[in-house]
């Protein structure tokens, strides 16, 4: 039951549309009323559009509403503009979570974005997910995860991430179980401090299965059998 899981609608987000294998018709706009969940945020609306443009355009266009002749703005409003990384739309996201969501990743855009802003790297969207949780799900080059995981251990060392909601979000929406490979491997690899409840993770991958395949048998088979992730994988 994806609406309730993860809310009544996605606001025209047809990346996520494309994640959660939803119907257009249930990807709604707010109230109904044709609520443009972009209206007044231009980052938003480049990074959005980066899939049909050069990565080298797509940053010619941001300079152009972040840093534009920076020599005649003063600091304060420098900064301001350059606030509007940190922005969030109608589901929470940030441009960042924009580039993350996007079937097509460039890592030059991803560098540019963090040396704006790199607090974009934290912030959550309206389900408690980071940028990085994105790009693990929709495919992101392993280069594009590894810039995106360091770069957030170097900036925000003391920061931990709730790894077990992210497992059950990919798990509940019947993520392939190599994208649930890729989150653990991630948080193995570059975030190896950080807690996950594997008790937990082995009871998601039978939620998984069942989702997936509708699987009489996986709540029974995985549950009492915590080898049977390996055999899952």
């Not at 494309?18 to 969940?37: H, P, V």
């Not at 152009?64 to 005649?72: A, E, F």
């Not at 974009?120 to 080059?141: E, T």
Request: proline share 5%.
């Amino acid at each position: 039951d994806l609406q309730r899981l993860f809310g009544s609608n996605f606001g025209g987000c047809h990346d996520l549309q494309r994640l959660f294998g939803l119907k257009k018709d249930m990807t709604c706009n707010a109230s109904g009323l044709g609520f443009n969940r972009l209206h007044g945020l231009p980052i938003h609306k480049v990074c959005c559009d980066h899939a049909y443009r050069t990565a080298d355009e797509t940053i010619g266009r941001l300079d152009d509403i972040i840093d534009p002749t920076p020599c005649l703005r003063s600091d304060e409003v420098l900064f301001s503009i350059r606030s509007q990384l940190l922005s969030q739309d109608y589901l929470g996201m940030t441009p960042l979570h924009i580039l993350a969501c996007s079937k097509q990743h460039d890592l030059a855009l991803y560098q540019y974005v963090i040396e704006k802003q790199a607090k974009s790297l934290v912030i959550k969207d309206k389900w408690g997910c980071q940028p990085l949780f994105y790009a693990i799900w929709c495919g992101a080059s392993d280069e594009v995860v590894q810039f995106l995981s360091e770069s957030q251990t170097s900036a925000f060392p003391k920061l931990t991430m709730n790894w077990d909601t992210m497992i059950q979000t990919l798990c509940r929406a019947g993520a392939p179980p190599k994208v649930v490979k890729r989150l653990i491997f991630t948080q193995e690899t570059y975030f190896p401090d950080h807690n996950v409840n594997w008790q937990n993770l082995v009871q998601e991958l039978a939620i998984n299965c069942y989702v997936r395949c509708a699987h009489p048998h996986a709540m029974r088979y995985f549950l009492p059998n915590w080898r049977s992730v390996m055999d899952f994988f």
